[in-house]
C-alpha cells in the first residue's frame, strides 16, 4: 500500500438477529414464574421455545444446559425439559472446590459453614425442643447409636447418620430453605474436611457424646440445655479446624 494511502473501511459484521444467551436464559425462567410452573412440570417443547423468545435453536439449547447446571431445569432425554427440583447443588459444588482448590480459603470455608449450621440449630432452639416429639427423639436416638456403632468419624456410616441426625434436627421447622440450606452446606463440609485432617478417632467419639447429650435435651424438653449442648458440639469442631490450620 501506497504510503498516505487510506485503508479500505471492512464492512460491520452482521449482527446475528437473536437474544443473547442470557436473554433466552432470562426468557425461560420468565415463562416459568408467569405460568407458575412447579418442580417436575413440562416445559415447551425446543421448537415452542425457539418461536416464544425469537431465538435460534443453539441459543436455546444452550440456555438449557446453563439452567440444567444450575438445577432449575431438567433434561430427560427422551421425553422432554423440566422445571427442575431447584436445589442448591450449584451451591455446594462451588463452595466444595472452592474448599479444596485454595489454600488460603480451604480452613475458612469449613469455619464459615459450622457458623451458619449452627446459626440455624442455636436460633431455632425453642421453636425445635418444643416441636419435636417422642418419636422425632427416638429417631435421633437411632442415628446416635448408628455413629456408635460405627465408632469412627471418618467412615461413610457415621457420616451418613451424621447428616440424618442434623436433617431430622431441623425438620420441625418446615421451612424447606433452611433445610436445603443446611444439607448443602453440611455436604460441603463432608467433602471438604477430609481433605484438610480434621476427623480423627476422638472426633468420633466427642461428636457420639455430643449428638446424645442433644437427644437428651430434646427429651427432657430442656432448650437451654439443647443450646449448650449445640455449643459443646461445635466447639471442638471449630478448635480442630483451628489446629489443622497451624499444622500447614
Known amino acids: 500500500m501506497r504510503q498516505g494511502a487510506t485503508r479500505p473501511i471492512a464492512p460491520e459484521p452482521?449482527?446475528?438477529?437473536?437474544p443473547l444467551r442470557q436473554e433466552v436464559v432470562d426468557g425461560i425462567k420468565s415463562y416459568i414464574l408467569r405460568y407458575k410452573l412447579r418442580p417436575g412440570d413440562p416445559l415447551p417443547s425446543e421448537p415452542a421455545l425457539c418461536e416464544a423468545l425469537g431465538a435460534s435453536r443453539s441459543s436455546v439449547r444452550e440456555a438449557i444446559?446453563?439452567?440444567a447446571a444450575l438445577d432449575i431445569v431438567e433434561v430427560r432425554h427422551g421425553h422432554g425439559t423440566y422445571v427442575g427440583r431447584l436445589s442448591l447443588s450449584a451451591l455446594v459444588e462451588s463452595l466444595a472446590f472452592r474448599g479444596l482448590l485454595s489454600p488460603d480459603d480451604?480452613?475458612?470455608?469449613l469455619s464459615d459453614l459450622i457458623d451458619v449450621r449452627e446459626l440455624f440449630e442455636r436460633g431455632m432452639a425453642e421453636r425445635l425442643v418444643r416441636d419435636l416429639g417422642d418419636e422425632e427423639a427416638d429417631r435421633l436416638q437411632g442415628f446416635v447409636d448408628m455413629m456408635r456403632k460405627?465408632?469412627?468419624?471418618?467412615?461413610?456410616?457415621?457420616i451418613d447418620a451424621d447428616r440424618s441426625f442434623h436433617t431430622l434436627l431441623i425438620a420441625p421447622l418446615g421451612n424447606d430453605l433452611i433445610g436445603q440450606l443446611s444439607a448443602a452446606f453440611w455436604d460441603v463440609y463432608a467433602i471438604v474436611a477430609p481433605h484438610l485432617d480434621v476427623l480423627t478417632h476422638e472426633h468420633g467419639a466427642a461428636t457420639v457424646a455430643n449428638h446424645q447429650r442433644i437427644v437428651d435435651a430434646v427429651r427432657a424438653r430442656?432448650?437451654?440445655?439443647?443450646?449448650?449442648?449445640?455449643?459443646?458440639?461445635?466447639?471442638?469442631?471449630?478448635r480442630r479446624i483451628a489446629e489443622a490450620?497451624?499444622?500447614r
Open 222 to 238: 430442656d432448650s437451654a440445655e439443647f443450646s449448650a449442648a449445640l455449643t459443646e458440639h461445635y466447639g471442638p469442631v471449630r
Open 65 to 67: 444446559r446453563i439452567l
Open 150 to 158: 460405627a465408632g469412627d468419624g471418618k467412615g461413610p456410616g457415621f
Open 106 to 109: 480451604d480452613f475458612q470455608v
Open 245 to 247: 490450620r497451624a499444622r
Open 14 to 18: 452482521k449482527v446475528a438477529r437473536q
